[in-house]
């Protein structure tokens, strides 16, 4: 062919090429609304202010909606990523996670009260709590036998053998603005209503082999836990977990494709909120049983080889006749079963199964009870899986997820007479500013 | 808008071709262009767009009067003319820096006004006083028509990262084009390397450098600065070098990538624009990698300010004089940052040292003074990362393990290993390999006809794929940062 032919046939492939992806992308019928895989709804066409016009960010809009929704988007992701596999250029888009430096000091050197801007509590902290001086630290049994095979950091996860487990970096300034929130709603509660703090821990520290985990530069977490539990005022009740699931780590207590914990994870942490309450915990004999196979949660997403070998998601449902009213961010409305049937559900939701997923605010009623008590739980989404188990011992389990609620903890409170507040949250939240700046526009 | 979106790709430049090749009148296709341009400025920037017009509008007005003028006033417009200009750039780009600075006295305290840096304005800012000096000097004849300035200044292609096109360079084509298939091959194939470079490699060494060494945003909020520092501290030396090396790939293949871009643009559309990277990494000393790196702006400040100060005829002082100013606007066109102007001036140090003594010694090995070469840029691109000096100190003092980290660790060797491939395709990347390997395989099938017909399939496969690639690149990929909004 001669040189010309060859120029020729190069710019109209070339111009072929473009103009189908062109046309494809303007069939409006086939651009998707949500995304399974990043689990979130795809940019929608802006609506047209002038503000917007004149700003510049309605067309900015434009270019998101018309990127974010191109038509055969997961489809064209999946090529992508084995593409940049291929090429070696499958470039993690967030967080990585190294410190070399980080200590974690036993107590602050002058920790906050309360916030700042409060400064009711007169309250001296850094008392330690009750269940931390009884409880003798658990030593994490080293671990022997065959090492996991596969062991490799994508973004902010640890793949270790068939699991993937999360990092944690202690930042000391958001630690102390976390135990201040805490104590600032006790302050403001004092004498209507008793806080409890519960950190969950990441699988990181608990479950994941010793001998990988002493090479990992993330930080102690219980050491973490420790110091922000010293921060807390003498009567916010702390509930310390990080022992009982050392305990149990052997057990299914964290999902290996997901961030999160499971129900029996929560269960035991449950046993022991109660046994910081000074009541009795139904135990898991006495708890009805439902599960959800085929899950694949976070991790899965990061390291697609994690979804040949899918979670189980277990529900343990105490004695009782419960209820629960969900109020979505957008205010609708819906009750039902405590625990929504995700059977038919896609691999990536099934978690969602407790409590519906994250709502703003939520009630579970059992309606067993005649007269109770009732509880508001503070929560992201590890609270979830343990707010089936908490409602067991109450008439009312008031639930807020802080980073969907319009409302304010206290009033809410006062409202509903409410005699326990216990925060739930996992350890990474306690290093996110702007998680806790979510919690303190809710106090 | 920016080349390396997906609308930019399947809307605006297939429409762009189709309405630019109906008519057949040049005069009608520019005015097609600069309704495309006008409208891809306006995109991102509604209300600045008055500004690039209005610059325009006020230069062709200048080099008018300035060209009918008497000699006596002809220099008064020209003073006008660069004041309105620099004057226009400095209001925006330089008054909250000036006032930050005049800050620092302890008696003054001006509250610093919120002024949004209007995208491109120092490339079309140099391309308009490149069009009115050159009527002064008589170089190019004044443009009559006010459309084909703007048309030049605001030219999509180039107006918003370059290169820095001289009038002189396309006022022929303005009025006068032609497209043949050598022009469209050539354009289309470069735009695609240039895109394939942005979205493939430069946007995936930006994310790693964003993990490794904290993202713009995250450095640019000065609330942030105690944690920024911590987590810097906390790096362990390797994740800082590596960190610092990816960066001085991306900032390469993203600037050239976008050049290259706007060479193939230029080029589908019958416009000549000047090369503007010429593998600087692969210089032998720092003289040589200022005259291959940006060479537009480098030509721009040999041109338009060493040369008419006086450059070197007036003595060594005077030379080490203009040199120094050379490199200080350098460094503050690059951004309004102390940091920017210690980047300009630290090559200054080293253009001197070379100058004065150094250029002999370091031509006698190639390996030492590519090394060097290397070594100079590197620690170069650390001051140009970081406007925070507690930042900067940070990633120097980390990289020797001054901060009390460690030297490796078991993310970083991990991190390491897994992107060697990688690193080693964007050093390739940024040397003339692909393009001798291109010389060697034509000589090869030049001589053995019977591979002709793979050579000719890989010649129209590779553009393709380059093209689907990234494309695919593109979708549902968040990462896709436009580096020049501080130019």
Known sequence: MKPKKIKLLTVASLIVITVVMSVLSMNLSLRPEESEKEKRKLASFPRFSVSAFFSGEYFNEISLWFSDTIPFREQIIDVNNGVQTILGTNAPQRGFQENTKNEIPDTAEQPPATLPTITEASQQPGSPSETSELQTEAVIPSDAGEMPSHVETIDSILIAGNAGYEYYNFSEKVANNYAAAVNTVSSRLAGKATVYDMIVPTSMDIVLDTRVREKVSSDDQRKAISYIENLLLPEVRRVSIFDTLIAHRSEYIYFRTDHHWSGLGAYYAYAQYCGVKGVQPYGLESCAVQSFDGFLGTFADKDPSLASDPDVVYTFSPPGDYKITIRDKKLNVDEGSVFYDESNASASLKYGTFIWGDNAYSVIEDKAKATGESCLLVKESFGNALAPLLAANYKYLYIIDYRHYSGSICSLVEEKKITDVVFCNNISMTRSQSLIDQLIARM | ?487
């Open chain 2, 1 to 487: 808008m920016v080349f390396s979106s997906l609308l930019f790709l399947l809307l605006f430049l297939p429409l762009n071709l189709i309405c630019y090749y109906i008519p057949k009148k040049i005069k009608t296709r520019n005015v097609v262009l600069l309704i495309f341009s006008l409208f891809f400025y306006a995109w991102g920037e509604p209300i600045y767009v008055l500004i690039l017009v209005s610059m325009s509008y006020a230069c062709w007005y200048f080099a008018f009067r300035i060209e009918s003028a008497s000699k006596g006033s002809r220099k008064k417009w020209m003073i006008l003319a660069v004041l309105v200009c620099l004057g226009t750039l400095g209001v925006f780009k330089y008054t909250v820096f000036f006032i930050q600075n005049l800050n620092l006295i302890s008696f003054i305290n001006i509250p610093a006004p919120q002024i949004q840096l209007p995208i491109g304005i120092s490339f079309y800012t140099f391309q308009l006083l490149t069009y009115v000096a050159d009527v002064y000097r008589r170089e190019v004849p004044a443009q009559r028509k006010f459309c084909n300035v703007l048309l030049y200044a605001g030219l999509y292609h180039q107006c918003i990262a370059g290169p820095i096109v001289r009038y002189g360079d396309v006022e022929k084509e303005i009025n006068s084009r032609k497209t043949d298939i050598d022009a469209l091959y050539d354009g289309f194939v470069r735009f695609c390397i240039g895109l394939a470079k942005k979205s493939v490699l430069a946007n995936s060494c930006g994310a790693l450098v964003d993990m490794l060494l904290l993202s713009d945003s995250a450095l640019n909020n000065a609330a942030q600065l105690s944690q920024n520092i911590d987590l810097l501290q906390g790096r362990s030396a390797l994740s800082l070098w590596m960190g610092m090396a990816l960066y001085m790939l991306q900032i390469y293949l993203d600037f050239s990538a976008y050049s290259d871009m706007a060479i193939g643009l230029g080029l589908m559309f019958g416009f000549h624009f000047k090369e503007n990277f010429q593998y600087p990494y692969t210089s032998d000393s720092i003289t040589e990698f200022w005259r291959r790196w940006h060479i537009s702006l480098g030509a721009f400040f040999r041109d338009y300010v060493y040369i008419p100060l006086g450059g070197n005829r007036k003595g060594k002082i005077r030379t080490i004089l203009n040199l120094f100013t050379v490199w200080f606007l350098t460094g503050l066109w690059h951004g309004a940052s102390w940091n920017y102007i210690l980047w300009g001036l630290y090559f200054f140090v080293f253009l001197l040292l070379e100058k004065l003594f150094l250029i002999n010694t370091v031509k006698r090995n190639k390996t030492v003074h590519r090394l060097y070469v290397i070594i100079v840029v590197f620690f170069g691109w650390v001051f140009f990362r970081f406007s925070q000096l507690d930042l900067m100190n940070a990633v120097l003092k980390g990289m020797f393990c001054a901060n009390g980290n460690s030297m490796l660790t078991y993310e970083s060797v991990h991190l390491a290993l897994r992107y060697i491939p990688f690193f080693i395709i964007c050093c390739i990347a940024c040397t003339p390999f692909a393009k001798k390997i291109n010389v060697i395989l034509s000589d090869f099938t030049r001589n053995n006809p019977r591979t002709q017909i793979y050579s000719q399939a890989l010649q129209i496969a590779i553009p393709c794929l380059l093209l689907i690639i990234s494309v695919i690149s593109l979708t549902g990929d968040t990462y896709n940062p436009f580096l020049y909004f501080q130019f």
